[in-house]
């Protein structure tokens, strides 16, 4: 129990450090704005203008907060290393998996708390062009949210024992390898090859599967989705977070802070 | 003070210059850069990591410019627009009216309007309950392709659907009975330009309603000439013969316009005998209807034309 | 626990680094050991590059050591609950700057498991006993050098610890800087803390250290309590005069056995600590001026000396 009001301590804090950093407000700004644009953009084809203006806020809300994931994830433990604030920190009665933890969930918090304002922007946007919003565009951004969850333990991940440059390389490579990973086995599975079957298969498993959390065409075509659809990701999510955490953990034990 | 009015002087002339400079370049992009690079679909869809919805828009919106750019030359823009609405649909297929935009535009070869009728095709897969499709499938086969068979095929199914026009198991029952003609053309037309969502393709068919309703009146005066000629035992001379002296047929020649032209833009067209085609032709078009002459089986734009065969859907 | 329990305990440790990529080892510490009493100050001291911080981060659970042992408060250091006993302030400590100086310690009291209805006070206190009451909202940014040490230092206390680790708790500080931290290092000892304090800086050592080990190249050359040296009542002064005339100041080598630096204005000099007095006689007598009496720890300074002569000389 005292180990989670440690978490949650660092946690709070890490999204105080946000909540009181300007870069961030700019980002989500020119987030917000991106997802007004959605509106000409939309104008500019004479039909289905507001299909193409939810189109371009879900892909706003995930660039933006994608980047955010990755380029502020990748320089979480980084900066504490640099600015040798996590000497103070880990002298106090701080387990360095607490510690981790704590800062992995401080950062998700910022960015659902930034999803969450993109979201309400999306949805004033929408209503006010007459596009409709229902549980689907609902579904697609917590499962975006999910995603996100996923990219920043990831970041965590590298952050964990390697430089930010290096970890952002890193991150956006499995970012990409994870929205390829279902293609890439379509193209194992129809080539002749065994061998370039098992590999993409093996891709397939191991990295992240982030196709699954990208329903926006479903929730802007008013697609049914069923359940499933949504549960089964939130789990598997939760699952891959845990797993990338707790090797991020058994790294960042073995680190020396020189 | 002195100083201050120099560096006003410097700010503003700096200011002048850098204006001077944006005017002199050119603020619409040049004709080269009118294609954006089209990746294959698959590719496509394979680069986009999940921005596919968008992307599909943005070579969407491509479509839209590539054909509002060169609306006149279909044959060049047809190929362009008949792989970019296959990325479009590729990216995301639950579009909708992408599918009939293919239809419209691919019109310049019996080619293109096959690969407007897979794209149709397409679209029906992944909106199975929209009749507009089918439709434009069976206006495809009918008009295009005269492939009257495949066009009542098409129609049957759309008039399964919620929606469809009430008047559509009497186009079908008229296209089977192998009576299909300038009529059904118009009934196409016509509700082709109620369901139309762009200006552009409602022009696109007034046309073609328009050339049928000049169509339609210049077979009356056919008519007219061969009454004319088994009274008078001779051919007519002028379109005057037809509504003067003793074998006149007629009352009045019909306006050589097509009906719904405005006021404002008639320019006095008139009938004549075309001299090299031997045919009563308005001025206004100076031909005869096209699909008449693809009706009679004769070759498309010096293309062969395909055989009728029967596309099952 | 009586006062002469061990509360650091420090046993052959090595410590190897891989620079780079390399293969090859750099060893850093050569098997330290050494203890640190309850209730004692103690002086860790070496040269710049010694290993003195190497040592207190391996304390700190920052890095591994590569073999031997180490323990505080008997706890083995990998563990960390025992560290609700431990404070530490890191050389230049850095705190979030966003945050403000209550803030800070409010964090810290949170992650040291200080309970809710204890902290606010804890803070206050903490926030008084350094001197900080009047900055507690500012930002930790808008703070001088002298300011952020004593948050540092506060942070290092706040959960009440009874061994406190300081890492060069004085550097890059003003005169006035240096001269609080040295009162509030020696106020802990009187509330009975245990202090583990690195430094290069011998004087500062022998004002506050009751014992101290020093460090040369990753090797532990001395240890022993401050009064051995300082009470073996050979220690010299320099003494600073200014108005000497010359008969006097060779009155003053040859009866005093006075070494003389400089003439006129200011001339300084080392003169055995039995002989002060006399030679303060003598100058005040020919209507001299007294600049300046210091004692001279030479002792120390002696042993620091000869130990990285040792060391350089085995190399």
């Given at each position: 129990m005292k180990a989670i009001e440690r978490i949650w301590?660092?946690?709070?804090?890490?999204?105080?450090?946000?909540?009181?950093?300007?870069?961030?407000?700019?980002?989500?700004?020119?987030?917000?704005?991106?997802?007004?644009?959605?509106?000409?953009?939309?104008?500019i084809s004479y039909v289905e203008g507001s299909r193409i203006l939810q189109d371009v806020g879900l892909a706003s809300i995930r660039l933006f907060s994608t980047g955010i994931a990755i380029f502020v994830g990748v320089g979480l433990i980084h900066g504490e290393v640099y600015?040798?604030?996590?000497?103070?920190?880990?002298?106090?009665?701080?387990?360095?998996?607490?510690?981790?933890?704590?800062?992995?969930?401080?950062?998700?918090?910022?960015?659902?708390?930034?999803?969450?304002?993109?979201?309400?922007?999306?949805?004033?946007?929408?209503?006010?062009?007459?596009?409709?919003?229902?549980?689907?565009?609902?579904?697609?951004?917590?499962?975006?949210?999910?995603?996100?969850?996923?990219?920043?333990?990831?970041?965590?991940?590298?952050?964990?024992?390697?430089?930010?440059?290096?970890?952002?390389?890193?991150?956006?490579?499995?970012?990409?390898?994870?929205?390829?990973?279902?293609?890439?086995?379509?193209?194992?599975?129809?080539?002749?090859?065994?061998?370039?079957?098992?590999?993409?298969?093996?891709?397939?498993?191991?990295?992240?599967?982030?196709?699954?959390?990208?329903?926006?065409?479903?929730?802007?075509?008013?697609?049914?989705?069923?359940?499933?659809?949504?549960?089964?990701?939130?789990?598997?999510?939760?699952?891959?977070?845990?797993?990338?955490?707790?090797?991020?953990?058994?790294?960042?034990?073995?680190?020396?802070?020189? | 003070m002195g100083i201050g009015f120099i560096r006003v002087g410097l700010w503003l002339a700096t200011l002048a210059l850098t204006f001077a400079v944006h005017r002199a370049i050119p603020s619409e992009p040049p004709a080269s850069r009118e294609d954006v690079f089209l990746p294959k679909p698959q590719l496509a869809k394979l680069a986009s990591l999940g921005f596919d919805a968008v992307l599909s828009d943005y070579y969407w919106i491509q479509a839209i410019y590539?054909?509002?750019?060169?609306?006149?030359?279909?044959?060049?823009?047809?190929?362009?627009?008949?792989?970019?609405?296959?990325?479009?649909?590729?990216?995301?297929?639950?579009?909708?009216?992408?599918?009939?935009?293919?239809?419209?535009?691919?019109?310049?070869?019996?080619?293109?309007?096959?690969?407007?009728?897979?794209?149709?095709?397409?679209?029906?897969?992944?909106?199975?309950?929209?009749?507009?499709?089918?439709?434009?499938?069976?206006?495809?086969?009918?008009?295009?392709?005269?492939?009257?068979?495949?066009?009542?095929?098409?129609?049957?199914?759309?008039?399964?659907?919620?929606?469809?026009?009430?008047?559509?198991?009497?186009?079908?029952?008229?296209?089977?009975?192998e009576n299909a003609d300038l009529e059904s053309s118009v009934i196409f037309l016509t509700q082709l330009i109620e369901s139309s969502e762009s200006e552009d393709a409602v022009a696109v068919y007034q046309g073609a309603l328009d050339e049928i309703d000049v169509e339609i009146k210049a077979r009356g005066l056919d008519r007219a000439r061969e009454s004319f000629e088994q009274l008078a035992g001779h051919d007519i001379e002028g379109l005057h013969d037809l509504v003067e002296g003793r074998f006149a047929v007629l009352e009045t020649l019909p306006p050589a316009e097509p009906r719904d032209l405005p006021q404002a833009l008639h320019k006095g067209d008139r009938w004549f005998v075309d001299p090299e085609t031997g045919r009563i032709t308005s001025t206004y078009y100076n031909r005869r209807y096209r699909v008449n002459t693809r009706a009679q089986g004769e070759a498309w734009e010096g293309e062969a034309m395909p055989s009728a065969e029967k596309e099952v859907l | 626990m009586s006062s002469e329990s061990e509360i650091v305990q420090v046993r052959?440790?090595?410590?190897?680094?891989?620079?780079?990529?390399?293969?090859?080892?750099?060893?850093?510490?050569?098997?330290?050991?050494?203890?640190?009493?309850?209730?004692?100050?103690?002086?860790?001291?070496?040269?710049?590059?010694?290993?003195?911080?190497?040592?207190?981060?391996?304390?700190?659970?920052?890095?591994?050591?590569?073999?031997?042992?180490?323990?505080?408060?008997?706890?083995?250091?990998?563990?960390?609950?025992?560290?609700?006993?431990?404070?530490?302030?890191?050389?230049?400590?850095?705190?979030?700057?966003?945050?403000?100086?209550?803030?800070?310690l409010d964090f810290y009291a949170r992650l040291s498991g200080v309970p809710s209805r204890e902290r606010a006070n804890r803070v206050e206190t903490l926030l008084d006993w350094v001197g900080l009451s009047y900055a507690g909202d500012s930002r930790i940014r808008t703070y001088s050098k002298g300011m952020a040490q004593r948050v540092g230092i506060a942070q290092a206390l706040v959960h009440d610890p009874s061994v406190v680790?300081?890492?060069?708790?004085?550097?890059?500080?003003?005169?006035?800087?240096?001269?609080?931290?040295?009162?509030?290092?020696?106020?802990?000892?009187?509330?009975?803390?245990?202090?583990?304090?690195?430094?290069?800086?011998?004087?500062?050592?022998?004002?506050?250290?009751?014992?101290?080990?020093?460090?040369?190249?990753?090797?532990?050359?001395?240890?022993?309590?401050?009064?051995?040296?300082?009470?073996?009542?050979?220690?010299?002064?320099?003494?600073?005069?200014?108005?000497?005339?010359?008969?006097?100041?060779?009155?003053?080598?040859?009866?005093?056995?006075?070494e003389l630096r400089g003439q006129g204005e200011r001339v300084e000099m080392r003169v055995a600590e039995k002989k002060v007095g006399a030679v303060l006689d003598a100058v005040l007598k020919a209507r001299g001026r007294v600049l300046a009496v210091t004692p001279q720890r030479v002792s120390l300074e002696s042993i620091f000396l000869d130990a990285v002569r040792e060391e350089e000389g085995a190399q």
């Open positions: 301590t660092i946690g709070l804090n890490t999204v105080r450090e946000a909540i009181r950093n300007k870069l961030l407000y700019t980002l989500l700004f020119f987030a917000i704005v991106m997802i007004g644009t959605g509106v000409i953009v939309g104008s600015r040798r604030t996590i000497y103070t920190i880990l002298s106090k009665p701080v387990s360095r998996a607490e510690f981790l933890i704590g800062k992995f969930v401080g950062l998700v918090m910022t960015i659902w708390l930034q999803l969450l304002i993109m979201s309400a922007a999306f949805v004033v946007v929408s209503l006010l062009s007459g596009a409709p919003v229902d549980l689907g565009h609902a579904s697609a951004l917590g499962l975006i949210g999910v995603e996100l969850a996923i990219v920043v333990a990831v970041a965590t991940l590298f952050s964990a024992f390697t430089t930010p440059m290096l970890a952002s390389f890193f991150t956006l490579g499995i970012y990409m390898m994870g929205h390829l990973s279902r293609d890439l086995l379509q193209i194992g599975a129809n080539s002749e090859s065994a061998s370039l079957e098992r590999i993409t298969r093996v891709i397939y498993e191991v990295l992240p599967d982030l196709e699954m959390y990208n329903l926006s065409i479903q929730a802007v075509h008013q697609l049914p989705i069923a359940a499933s659809e949504v549960w089964l990701p939130v789990l598997y999510g939760l699952g891959y977070v845990a797993a990338i955490l707790f090797a991020a953990s058994h790294i960042f034990e073995r680190r020396d802070f020189k | 590539k054909v509002g750019a060169t609306r006149e030359r279909p044959e060049e823009f047809a190929p362009y627009v008949s792989r970019i609405i296959d990325v479009v649909t590729t990216l995301d297929p639950w579009v909708g009216h992408p599918y009939r935009f293919g239809a419209i535009w691919l019109t310049d070869s019996p080619e293109s309007v096959r690969r407007g009728n897979e794209l149709l095709r397409r679209g029906i897969e992944y909106h199975p309950d929209d009749w507009r499709n089918y439709f434009y499938l069976g206006y495809n086969h009918f008009y295009y392709l005269r492939e009257n068979e495949a066009a009542a095929d098409a129609l049957e199914k759309a008039t399964e659907l919620e929606g469809s026009p009430t008047y559509l198991p009497r186009l079908v029952a008229r296209l089977r009975s | 052959d440790v090595v410590k190897d680094f891989r620079p780079g990529f390399g293969i090859r080892k750099k060893r850093v510490l050569h098997g330290i050991s050494f203890d640190v009493m309850q209730g004692e100050i103690f002086g860790f001291v070496g040269p710049n590059g010694a290993g003195k911080t190497t040592t207190l981060k391996l304390l700190m659970g920052l890095i591994r050591a590569t073999s031997g042992t180490a323990k505080i408060l008997g706890h083995d250091i990998g563990e960390t609950a025992f560290r609700r006993e431990v404070g530490f302030l890191p050389e230049n400590a850095y705190f979030y700057d966003y945050l403000t100086g209550r803030e800070v680790f300081l890492d060069e708790p004085m550097s890059g500080l003003d005169p006035i800087g240096r001269k609080e931290i040295r009162d509030l290092i020696i106020r802990l000892r009187t509330e009975g803390k245990t202090v583990f304090m690195n430094t290069h800086i011998l004087s500062d050592v022998e004002m506050v250290c009751d014992r101290v080990a020093i460090i040369v190249e990753g090797k532990i050359r001395y240890q022993g309590h401050t009064h051995d040296f300082l009470d073996d009542g050979e220690h010299d002064c320099e003494i600073v005069v200014s108005g000497v005339e010359p008969e006097l100041a060779t009155q003053l080598e040859e009866r005093h056995g006075a």
